[in-house]
């Protein structure tokens, strides 16, 4: 969506008439604040450049403005002349650059950070039991890897054929999202199904999935192509999913993000009425997904994401943007030095590669464990942002506490990262700095 000429001066006009509570001249941060966006993506808007529908309708009601006067009008279109399959794959072009955007620290190595993939393995779930005193107890229950899968062989299995409904499990940075994103553009290539990808951390409490498809996802879907959302539309869309030959496929990134404090059981319950019969694939960290989510989605396929290999991470580390490739050939040879096993281990995950690539380009050298390669990634994360986030010593040593008392709270409780929940455990002063 992007507002017309009349819009933007209509949006000037009424951010220069509002006060913050500070009683202050409202600011593009005050903005981006109350609309959940950064200031770029205000700008952006105020220009009359594209943003999402549910952005534009935030900024909008921030400044108290109804979207109809500031946006563009879109046309009407008869519901039964629709392109279900070119509207999936547009809006899902149109996610992509949100989705790079908001992982995309390393600018220059966002797609590198694509082109590799991790392997995958079908979970096995056993339970070991013991016998004691005549009496057989449960102990837990073991995870096997039944059967590994490379990028191609999984995704082909997935087009193939139509598959259960599964989940991509695994841990922090593992590539969950992105094999998830892959299926996505997979199922549209092959034009079998009309697949819609949905990150679960965009889903506000008190909405429900089925809110979120017809009231956001639907209408922003219909605005990348200048068209407007009516009720015979919604009709429509909501027809698609009868039946359990459905086209639709639901691909839902981040059961963990979720808001509320059983997101699995939440997710599940939702998943009912007419959108009870739709494929759906998950992906869920690890811990979340044992703790909950099984019991919650029985009968999915469980997929967990494995490490890179050593060939992987060596080809990884080529494929980095070097600002002098010589950089890359040192740090392959010192990863094979037999005294930085221990970093070898990490760096199968590829959020921590990603980590070693950045902090080595910059500093020279390897850290020596975990503790120190996420301390100088953390360094040179001020340092990437001190144009636009400029902050001092004092102030980054009480973020990292603020962060560190959230994380520890996470950890101890399962909790999913919610303002409510973040207000509860740091002061207004530290609220204030992250």
Request: with cysteine.
């Amino acid at each position: 969506m992007h507002a017309t000429e009349e819009g933007q001066i209509l949006l000037q006009k009424a951010k220069a008439s509002k006060q913050n509570h500070n009683f202050k001249k409202y600011t593009n941060l005050d903005i981006a604040n109350d609309s959940n966006c950064s200031e770029k993506t205000v700008r952006r808007f105020f220009n009359g450049e594209e943003v999402s529908y549910e952005i534009a309708t935030s900024i909008c009601n921030s400044l108290d403005l109804n979207t109809d006067s500031v946006l563009e009008n879109r046309a009407e279109i008869d519901p039964n002349s629709l392109n279900w399959h070119q509207i999936c794959n547009d809006m899902f072009k149109f996610q992509k650059e949100r989705l790079i955007t908001r992982r995309g620290l390393l600018e220059e190595n966002r797609q590198k950070e694509l082109s590799i993939f991790i392997p995958l393995g079908l979970v096995k779930s056993e339970s070991k039991v013991k016998e004691e005193d005549s009496q057989t107890e449960e102990i837990k229950e073991e995870i096997k890897i039944e059967k590994e899968f490379e990028y191609q062989e999984f995704i082909s299995t997935i087009v193939s054929k139509s598959s259960k409904s599964l989940v991509i499990t695994g841990e922090p940075g593992a590539g969950k999202s992105t094999w998830l994103e892959n299926i996505t553009q997979a199922l549209i290539d092959s034009e079998k199904s009309f697949p819609i990808f949905i990150s679960l951390s965009f889903l506000r409490e008190g909405k429900t999935l089925g809110d979120y498809l017809t009231e956001i996802w639907l209408p922003e879907a219909l605005s990348v192509q200048s068209l407007v959302c009516t009720k015979e539309v919604v009709v429509e869309f909501k027809a698609l999913f009868s039946g359990m030959n459905s086209s639709i496929c639901l691909l839902l990134d981040g059961l963990d993000e979720m808001s509320g404090e059983r997101p699995a059981y939440t997710l599940a319950t939702q998943l009912r009425g007419w959108l009870g019969t739709v494929q759906v694939y998950l992906s869920c960290r690890l811990n979340t997904w044992e703790a909950s989510g099984k019991q919650s989605f029985p009968d999915f396929d469980v997929y967990q994401t494995l490490e890179f290999s050593p060939a992987q991470v060596n080809q990884f580390i080529s494929q980095w943007s070097w600002k002098n490739q010589e950089q890359g050939h040192a740090l392959q040879s010192q990863l094979q030095d037999n005294n930085n096993y221990r970093l070898i281990d990490l760096v199968g995950n590829p959020l921590r590669l990603v980590m070693l690539c950045a902090t080595y380009q910059e500093e020279g050298n390897i850290p020596d464990n975990q503790a120190s390669l996420y301390k100088c990634f953390i360094r040179l994360v001020y340092l990437w942002k001190s144009r636009e986030f400029p902050t001092t010593k004092n102030e980054q040593l009480q973020i990292n506490q603020a962060l560190g008392k959230i994380a520890v709270q996470m950890f101890d409780t399962d909790q999913v990262l919610t303002e409510e929940f973040i207000s509860r455990i740091v002061t207004d002063k530290e609220l204030a700095l992250i």
